[in-house]
């Protein structure tokens, strides 16, 4: 869903062929409308296709708003965001987030059937190709035990579901768009532990062959990650591997030692 409504096409904006070679972020600032700081300052940053490139840092760092760039929800106030050396103002939107997955923390689904809601994105799949998404974002199980099944209305933003049933609904939805860019955005961050090992099997699946940027709170979703990009205030402050970084001596060890002292079973798991 378009964030800002003042995002348009560009009269020569072009269609984005298959996406290659990565994302890059040159020299991007950004500051929201009626605010007179910046949230985001000088980022350069590049995510190389195949990459898992994880983003942390404490709130309001500018974590969510630097994924928002990437599909354009909002326009950069100064540098650029490229896709395989295109700036992505010069794509136009269909095309541009057509080749982009995403699935957040606030999932956003539709009183309407299981089935439309995964279909959002790519409205004419087929049931099948419908049923091996849910199958593959480990939601089978508890869609067959509904009322109605795939046929069954959720209600309004899915109320009707548990947290970890809505979000492997958004899994699955972005199986099924099987789009080549992801972006998650603290997909588990208000699951109990339960429903958070369900939705990161069905994330490790998801995350499978595509380039992935990971926004994430607890660490332990980022180990795994090619390269991990600490924000603090807007600017980077460390970029690395989680073994390099854990033993740095900066924002990323105080982040990770403080997730240790309170006990977090996940990240101690």
Same mark, same amino acid.
């Given at each position: ?13 072009l ?41 942390v ?8 708003t ?6 354009r929800?909002?326009?950069v106030?100064?540098?650029a ?29 539709f ?26 974002a ?18 309004? #933003?899915? $109320? ?5 049933? !809505?979000?492997? +609904?958004a *899994? %699955?939805?972005? /199986?099924?768009?099987?789009?080549p ?19 990161? #099997?069905? $994330?490790?699946h998801?995350?499978s062959? !595509?380039?992935? +940027?990971? *926004? %994430?709170?607890? /660490? ?19 970029i ?9 001596g900066?924002?990323?060890? !105080?982040?990770?030692?403080?997730q ?10």
């Amino acid at each position: 869903l378009d964030r800002d409504q003042r995002i348009q096409n560009r009269p020569d904006a072009l269609k984005l062929p298959k996406f290659q070679h990565g994302i890059v972020l040159e020299d991007v600032s950004f500051r929201y409308p009626s605010v007179d700081t910046l949230t985001l300052r000088n980022i350069d940053l590049e995510v190389n296709a195949g990459e898992i490139v994880a983003v942390v840092g404490p709130s309001g760092a500018g974590k969510t708003t630097l994924a928002n760039l990437v599909p354009r929800f909002y326009d950069v106030t100064s540098g650029a965001v490229r896709i395989d050396g295109k700036d992505v103002r010069e794509i136009q939107l269909a095309s541009l987030r057509s080749k982009i997955g995403i699935v957040a923390q606030d999932t956003f689904l539709f009183n309407d059937t299981v089935a439309n809601n995964i279909r959002y994105g790519r409205s004419h799949a087929k049931d099948t190709e419908v049923e091996e998404a849910a199958r593959n974002a480990l939601a089978e199980e508890f869609i067959s035990r509904l009322p109605q099944g795939y046929d069954t209305v959720i209600g309004e #933003r899915g $109320l009707k579901l548990s947290g970890g049933q !809505r979000q492997r +609904i958004a *899994i %699955a939805r972005a /199986l099924l768009k099987n789009a080549p860019i992801l972006i998650l955005d603290e997909a588990t961050s208000h699951l109990d532990t339960e429903s958070e090992i369900f939705v990161q #099997r069905a $994330l490790q699946h998801l995350m499978s062959n !595509r380039t992935v +940027i990971v *926004i %994430a709170h607890r /660490l332990s979703t980022v180990r795994r990650a090619n390269k991990i990009v600490v924000l603090d205030r807007g600017r980077i402050a460390e970029i690395g591997g989680h073994e390099e970084l854990v033993r740095g001596g900066g924002m990323y060890q !105080r982040l990770h030692d403080l997730q240790f002292l309170h006990m977090d079973p996940v990240v101690n798991s």
